[in-house]
């Protein structure tokens, strides 16, 4: 770490608001860097810039950002960068535009394909090490574990990570409903922290309102069984009110119709301040969050934080900047009470609110999600279609 | 221009569709380097490097981009960058990342607080040489009038830029109900044309679709009258099926609230191809674009234009990219008819369908929309939100 | 006439505000007396009690009701009753329900069969007199020529209805686009009083505010011509929004899914209220209306007309019998301003604010429209899915 | 009871489906003869007629229904009528209308405002028991005790009913998340078993699918107890997926707003097989029911009660009536995969699809739901309108 900066758990055992950047992946793919699918964020090593130029925006936001080079799998596809040079190139990024303000740089692992196909704990774990030691290399100043549906394979994760003595936080990517096996959300949160993981929370699947609330069954059942832990959330910055346990995934708008459902920067003021009155103090996003969803985070916690977000210079807080409009209806909106009130409308009169997701109710081990390397076949494709 | 590039009208009259970019101010904004309400991009002027970004993202998508530093007025707010300096800044911007491709560079003029204010027609075309001088040294390709809400002031705007012996371009920014004064759409085009303009059509204010309508009721007009020109389209990316002639500053959402109405990259397919089979040719976008959308209006016509976009080398043709998912499902979702029927849900239960627009009816020389530059007061907010 | 009556043009020259009744048939059917599909109302004669109950009902509401036995055609289907018999049976119900009150009796002929098949006017005038000749045994007060697509055949019928010296009123079943034909719904209007009908206006296919918008470009069109007429409208009591010119049967709910359409009683406040300032002075409903609906008409020109409708009694004004209720959030809605601004929940979220209709574009004479006895083929079911 | 009859447990324990009656109070006041707020059903003694059509037009749908003269206490409003002379002359009006069929005669009692105001054990089975008098001296077939918010009152009614010897049902109007009081779901059915009642379930309040699932938790707690009990349920004809525990009451919608959530006939098949599954067999509706609802009902079950209901002589199951219809297009509507597969459009593109309920969280005891006879005076509605 860089001499005076103080470390993730310094900066939460002091009662520090921690805000966590956002979606790497879905925000390159609508600027062309990343190919949705795969989502290998070869974009790293192939277009360094474009990395740099989302980092360094949302650095621009405000100084804590934490950017996180997360390390995928060498995922299903055709890619060339091995998984290892992906991860070099993105810790050199990170570390770069980090040491510009007063960020962290994690390194982050997820879960495997491998697991799905029912390998076993030794060579899922391998596979953890393997990334775990490219991170240790390049000196990261702690590791994330996260975007895992099953506790079981979180947990193996965090055993490993918890060997480098950094420092570990584990996410989930469920909602209240517990994970794939099952398990209730409150349980994976203790499992988790009796693994070692000094920050436990959600990540990515469900909108911020959702995961807000499954970490707050995590606290809760972390305090009911005598246990420590600090909190963090990575929500989507889309709304997904009728998600199944599986989340955005199973969304017949994932993912390539997911706009009606983007969070504006009103809903991103609730959702941090509900954040904050649970008790989470490490507060991100992921898919979807743009720079001024960040911002916006940061705006609504200013008090506590003591600190203005470096971007809100061009942000009058509650559309102050629409003072200055021509028109008077639009100056008029220059208000606080306008923007909370405000129902959106989806302009969109033939798009129902709500959609039905898929609920295949498979998981691990079942012979449809077993690894093939193959893209979709005819046959694969009418069994899909014809399915219930 | 750059010796080997065809100019706009070359393109044009060789039957060429010319794609043109997107929403500069709006992107800006939701990354920090912009504030809304002045809306004045003097970005180019303080954070070059973030206009440089954006351009070059969408040249990144296709090669034929039309990057078009605009020239707003000294806009009514606090910033101390002179018009001028803006501009000259925005042109050299906007040179540097043409010059990497076959792009071509436009300079732009927009309506004026002052013909709101009931200055002189003198006056006017004053302010409009003025910006022209700064886009004549810089040596911009073409000119384009554009966001004119009134056809006099645009007709007065194509009179000074005409006499540069550019091509020169013109929009309203309305819909099909015609301009302010109540001149209908096909007649505003036909008194464009007379006034000198080459390329006719529509920016901003309005959806894709209701834009196309409008840019085909001034194809009528234009040859109905006898006359020639080329079209020219360059729509919001948001759906705005409920408003009024006055366009998107009159719905509730504008500005921060346009989420849900973000139009999908399948939507731009259908609106790329109702626009190309309407006739026009130069067919780009305006606020709300992102990279990922102009590339999807350069695949939809891949064909016409004999050439895929740079970035599509990230984008499979309609979800192509999903055949490797690991989800069965999600693999199902790798074919056109799929996203083509899809009717994404808005995710926003406690959300309407459509708004009721603001309907002042007040234009031109009304004391409401006089210019002042204090910021609203509490007897002026009064006033607006009494208004019935 | 019952002695001491006065005849519907007696009731308008006088400047009165009449009001009709409503759905009839819809309303039979989800009670159980009238089959779908076919419409035929033969509940008059198999069941005369629960056509009386109805009509009772609503003239319970009020004392002007006008029911109105409509002659339908012998109906495509299996039903044993001829068209006659019907009709007296019907006349006979509706003078003794009118008998009881201030009401009035109205012959009703609408569009044939004959007519999309081609027939003659010889042909088709034959049939509106053999359905007069009953109607003028049966001495009901004044004739009504309504749910007309076609604005020829309208005026053949009211030629016909003209002959018997009593009083005609003509309605088409068109909105602001106009007739089947093209004709524009003012030109309709205009060729119905030089016909010689001296009430005009539409019944059925829309909702009350697009019905009323279309009977002022009536009222417009005959004031522009020189002419003079009395104005009714009938509208449905289901929003439409999304109609094209055929109206609601092109709407993929009908006739089984349009409950998420119905009207409230607010709803009908403000469409009588329109009807009125419009300058229309018969003023009723047609499929979707219930009793209460009528009496929101009532009660909402309760002034104007003098005189609250029985039923009131029964009913407080703008919610006022709330202020008993237990609860006290329940009690606040005894409020005018409460209900007027209400915009009711769907209570689907699964399902959109609008459908796309149907859009054939087939008229009289097309092949698809002509008569045949037999129920849809499995031919004939493969050829509509795969209509594009 | 009649002599041929079978008694309500008979038929149960037969393993019959029996199919209640529906929404008396709603359905009367959209024709008039009841004033919403107060809602007592004085109807029955001013207006016989009115009653005796509408269980009439019920009859008529089916053999089997069950009119339920349900004595509401003597309501705080101003009517003259005195709540005994109410329940007689109902009872009297039900034992006319079974005895034309093979229906029963139910007389019913639910919660009191006596309770709300914290009155005694004694006082408030001295009202059930006044009530109960009236019914055993009309000889009524059998008890329900509905509608009640709390186990406790509940289980004191059941206790009154089950002494005078008749089957007793007793119904909570709660929804999946329990009483007022925070006893669950399950819990109240153990109590209301073990209390007496020999049928258990939930009526009004919700809508089918959310009482289905109410019913299904009494059930699943009843066996685990080792008890035994039939099963009812009686939910409203409107879509509630928006209401907290307190049910529609609490919507903004309740009560003149509540048609776009009015069931289609599709829906009451999905409802009336997702009973049957679940495992209820007396299946019935509550407000908002007319008497095609209770048909598709009984259409859905028709195979498993043997019997098609007699007003299926006027309707096509699922929409072959239209096999006749003049276009093509809605003929074509003629099957059942077409209405099992519509999800029916709102035409109001300016509501939203659900709505916030309003959740004092006040209940049993709590100052603003102690009764008082007046109406709402200006200071209480100010005191309910400021009310966060």
Known sequence: MAPGKKGILERLNAGEVVIGDGGFVFALEKRGYVKAGPWTPEAAHTHPESGKKYTHTCRHIFTQVIPKPQMHMKARGTHTHTGAQVNEAACDLARE??????????????????????????????????????????????????????????????????????????????????????????????????????????????????????VKMMKDAVEKAGLKAHYMVQPLAFHTPDCNCQGFIDLPEFPFGLEPRILTRWDMHAYAREAYNVGIRYI??????????????????????????????????????LEMHTKPWVRARARRDYWEQLKPASGRPLCPSMSTPEGWGVTKGHADLLQHKEATSSQEMKHVVDHP
Request: hydrophobic letters at 40%; proline letters at 4%.
């Open 97 to 214: 535009v980090a040491n510009e303000g007063d960020a962290l740089v994690a390194g982050g692992v997820s879960q495997t394909p491998s697991y799905l196909s029912c390998k076993s704990e030794t060579e899922v774990k391998a596979i953890f090490k393997k990334q775990l030691d490219v991170f240790m290399k390049k000196n990261v100043d702690f590791m994330i574990a996260e975007y895992f549906e099953h506790v079981e394979e979180a947990e193996w994760a965090v055993q490993v990570l918890k060997a480098s003595g950094k420092p570990v936080a584990a996410n989930m990517c469920i909602g209240p409903e517990g994970d794939m096996h099952g398990v209730s959300t409150g349980e994976c949160a203790v499992r988790l922290v009796k693994a070692g993981a000094q920050i436990v929370g959600v990540n990515c699947h469900f909108d911020p309102m959702t995961c807000v609330k499954a």
């Open 284 to 321: 991100g996003g992921c898919c979807g969050f743009e720079p001024y969803h960040i911002r916006a985070v940061a705006e609504e916690l200013a008090t506590e934080r003591g600190i203005l977000p470096a971007a809100s210079e061009k942000h009058g807080m509650w559309g102050a900047g």
